[in-house]
């Protein structure tokens, strides 16, 4: 970038066209919130058949249209303002050393180079010391020795005119450097001519997002940051902070960050994980359409010491050993993802409320936090943790639980609003055996946990503070307790079922108020009686025992995973925990002292 061009650039045009694209993302979320939320779900309740199904698939189409351009458009905005940022800033660097000269009476040319006039005391041949024209150094080095060379000549001019030079030099190049870094970036900003959003749309979204992401890193690092390992309260009061641009900025930019910051309103939190959504799943359906698909012919038989063998084929072998944990770890996330989108295309199906995404991340064993209703306006508030074997792969069955907790809670709560978390925030032990024996995973978790809990008291707006309950199955109730233990559970009440063991040896010493502690132990399940032999808390005692001071529920459901069995009794005694009417729970009956002498 020459100097005539800097000095005649406008960087509030730059910022002016950052808020079209900005007000154009915004009116896409809008209108795919519309679509989505209002009026798909107004026809799925009131037209059916055929011709309604594929109207409803084409609003869902429409819905991912306006959502990618939501995406690419905020982060051109992003990236328009970044620019004006940097290119302001080198301008704002040229004004002050064009100025500076000027008042010098120095003369800057046309290629930024300064002339200076003869000027100084009279040397001993009688003449004052001649002027003459310098130029800008950048390297740092021949700055130096410029700068020295200046110092040494009489004429004070010198001196100034190469400080001002060199000042001209630096801003030219930091102008350049901005134009060249954000050009690309900018045309890369581009849809194809089609109106399908593919996998490899949002792979390149995904691309778009790193790259301005990355570039923009001077720009972000302008604002207000949030705060490092900050509490839930203190990223609320940073971003509460941040103005309408900022907080744009933050959500295209860095969408991964944003969507983890307890604190932070769901509707934001869910803006931004959404984004991280779809597009790690295209990217993911990308590469996986492009690892070749594994041999029909898996298996062979062999003769074995005279009996038949049953073995994996060579062909077979030779893909799995290049391809096969890739495979594997693809097809189980996107596996998850799909579920997690049933959840939001489910929306409005017999009255269930739209989805909130507060967290995504498909790495490892991946996490997903996924809230039925809005937490912030809720009257009553209801956190699942999952227990052993709970991944992003197998996330169905758990956000499955919370959607059939939601609708009988919904019922018993009588007008009063009801959001229902699955809250997949940790690494859960993988194996029954050779894993959740281990204590460690709830420790590692529990932190996150509270944390998570936290922040839904930091960002809720509805009128007073909301009913807040804890349900933990299996592992996730050992999760709980290792939480209460070390820390504030930040809850109302506590519902555990199917529990191995809390940590804790006592009710009392789950942060709760005295009463507030409920347990569900099913006929047939195992897992109680491994926590009793190995696993428990302190002294041995699981939640199922008395001595533990539990309010033992009426459990008509069988086995380790049918607690939220439509229907139950079992289901339905959570769900009156959940909206504070522990009043009309059925509890069982206290154990008969009496009765082995029977």
Request: net charge negative.
């Amino acid at each position: 970038m020459d100097l005539a061009t800097l000095r005649a650039i406008k960087p509030t045009e730059f910022s002016e066209a950052a808020d079209g694209y900005r007000g154009t993302s915004d009116m896409a979320s809008a209108a795919k919130d519309r679509l989505d939320n209002q009026i798909a779900v107004a026809m799925r309740n009131s037209l059916k058949g055929e011709a309604a199904t594929a109207a409803i698939g084409q609003l869902a189409e429409l819905g991912k249209n306006f959502h990618y351009v939501q995406v690419e458009c905020g982060l051109v905005g992003a990236a328009l303002e970044a620019f004006s940022y940097e290119v302001g800033a080198a301008k704002g660097k040229l004004d002050a050393a064009l100025e500076g000269a000027r008042a010098a009476k120095l003369t800057v040319n046309a290629d930024g180079s300064i002339t200076y006039p003869p000027s100084g005391d009279k040397g001993e041949d009688g003449r004052i010391p001649d002027g003459g024209t310098v130029g800008g150094l950048t390297d740092s080095t021949a700055a130096a020795l410029g700068r020295q060379s200046a110092t040494f000549d009489p004429n004070p001019h010198h001196r100034l005119a190469q400080d001002y030079a060199d000042q001209i030099a630096a801003a030219l190049k930091a102008a350049t450097e901005a134009d060249e870094k954000w050009a690309p970036k900018l045309r890369a900003l581009k849809a194809d001519d089609d109106l399908t959003v593919s996998d490899r749309d949002w792979a390149d979204a995904s691309s778009d997002t790193k790259g301005v992401g990355g570039a923009g890193e001077a720009y972000l690092g302008s604002m207000p940051q949030p705060p490092a390992d900050g509490s839930a309260k203190e990223n609320a009061e940073w971003w509460q902070g941040l103005s309408a641009e900022e907080r744009a900025a933050w959500v295209s930019m860095r969408p991964d960050l944003v969507g983890a910051l307890d604190g932070l309103p769901a509707t934001v939190r869910d803006e931004a994980n959404r984004i991280v959504f779809d597009e790690t799943r295209g990217t993911m359906r990308t590469e996986l359409d492009s690892i070749p698909a594994p041999p029909a012919n898996e298996w062979t038989w062999i003769n074995s010491g005279g009996y038949a063998s049953k073995v994996h084929t060579d062909e077979w072998m030779n893909w799995h050993n290049k391809y096969g944990d890739r495979y594997d770890s693809l097809t189980s996330s996107l596996k998850g993802m799909e579920s997690i989108q049933a959840r939001f295309d489910a929306t409005g199906n017999g009255g269930l409320p739209e989805a909130y995404l507060l967290k995504f991340d498909a790495d490892g064993n991946g996490r997903a936090i996924v809230a039925n209703g809005n937490p912030d306006t809720a009257h009553h508030q209801a956190v699942y943790v999952p227990g052993t074997t709970a991944s992003l792969g197998k996330v169905d069955g758990d956000i499955g639980r919370m959607t059939d907790l939601w609708r009988v809670a919904h019922t018993e709560a009588h007008g009063e609003s009801v959001s229902t978390i699955t809250w997949l925030g940790y690494d859960a032990p993988q194996n029954l055996v050779l894993d959740s024996p281990f204590e460690h995973y709830a420790y590692d978790g529990a932190p996150a946990f509270r944390d998570f809990m936290d922040g839904l008291d930091a960002s809720h707006s509805g009128d007073g503070g909301p009913h807040r309950t804890v349900i933990a199955h299996s592992y996730g109730t050992t999760l709980v307790g290792a939480a209460a233990q070390t820390g504030h559970l930040n809850a109302d009440d506590v519902v555990l079922a199917g529990s191995p063991g809390v940590k804790v040896s006592r009710a009392t010493d789950l942060d709760v108020p005295s009463g507030h502690v409920w347990n569900e132990e099913a006929a047939g399940d195992p897992v109680p009686d491994v926590g009793r032999f190995g696993h428990g808390g302190s002294g041995w005692v699981v939640p199922s025992d008395p001595s533990f001071g539990a309010r033992q529920m009426t459990t008509d459901t069988g086995g380790h995973s049918g607690y939220w069995d439509a229907g139950s009794d079992s289901l339905r005694n959570q769900a009156r925990v959940v909206v504070g009417k522990g009043g009309n729970v059925e509890l069982k009956p206290p154990p008969d002292p009496w009765a082995h002498v029977k």
